[in-house]
T-cell receptor, first 117, second 108 residues
Framework: DARVTQTPRHKVTEMGQEVTMRCQPILGHNTVFWYRQTMMQGLELLAYFRNRAPLDDSGMPKDRFSAEMPDATLATLKIQPSEPRDSAVYFC???????????????FGPGTRLTVL | GIQVEQSPPDLILQEGANSTLRCNFSDSVNNLQWFHQNPWGQLINLFYIPSGTKQNGRLSATTVATERYSLLYISSSQTTDSGVYFCAVGDSSYKLIFGSGTRLLVRP
């Protein structure tokens, strides 16, 4: 049963601490997305990778957020230092996009619920 | 950018009732997905349907791309159908733009 996995599922931390969220995309998928969901803003795209290369991180606060794909089976999203306004649910999604195209169906992981006190 | 509008924003049904959820979008799209966010927060893929009609059990969806709308039909609703239904659209890029959702409550 292929699915996107994310860890941790829940994280409570104090302001100023580093937070790392991990995502394992579906095996064989060549695109990875990070989204953030809040009540006020809904679902927002934070970052996008294709074939492990970061192609768009314009949705992230650059001074504190960073996203990487150390290998094809792992994507990470780090916040350092964390702030209370970062409290949200962070979703990872992956998809298999054919050559010559930019889009295809995206499959979402269960999310990481982050609370920054 | 593309604007996505979903209606109704809230819907309460009695178990067994049918419903239609609507998604309007402001520009032509190449990508359209319907998701169900269950009460535990998980986003579940329902349909990938940039055009045409698909059916999966009690659910079906139709997208009329030329008229810029998509419909999600839920028949014989069950309490497990409760949650938020999102429509997300994209043009020729990788980006999905999400609507604000329809919150559905199915009462036993």
């Amino acid at each position: 049963d292929a699915r996107v996995t994310q860890t941790p599922r829940h994280k409570v931390t104090e302001m100023g601490q580093e937070v790392t969220m991990r995502c394992q995309p579906i095996l064989g998928h060549n695109t990875v997305f990070w989204y953030r969901q809040t009540m006020m803003q809904g679902l927002e795209l934070l970052a996008y990778f294709r074939n492990r290369a970061p192609l768009d991180d314009s949705g992230m606060p650059k001074d504190r957020f960073s996203a990487e794909m150390p290998d094809a089976t792992l994507a990470t999203l780090k916040i350092q230092p964390s702030e209370p306004r970062d409290s949200a649910v962070y979703f990872c999604a992956s998809g298999l996009v054919p050559d010559g195209r930019s889009y295809n169906e995206q499959f979402f992981g269960p999310g990481t619920r982050l609370t920054v006190l | 950018g593309i604007q996505v509008e979903q209606s109704p924003p809230d819907l309460i049904l009695q178990e067994g009732a049918n419903s239609t959820l609507r998604c309007n979008f402001s520009d032509s799209v190449n990508n359209l997905q319907w998701f169900h966010q269950n009460p535990w927060g998980q986003l579940i893929n329902l349909f990938y349907i940039p055009s045409g009609t698909k059916q999966n059990g009690r659910l079906s969806a139709t997208t009329v791309a030329t008229e810029r709308y998509s419909l999600l039909y839920i028949s014989s609703s069950q309490t497990t159908d409760s949650g938020v239904y999102f429509c997300a659209v994209g043009d020729s890029s990788y980006k999905l733009i999400f609507g604000s959702g329809t919150r559905l409550l199915v009462r036993p």
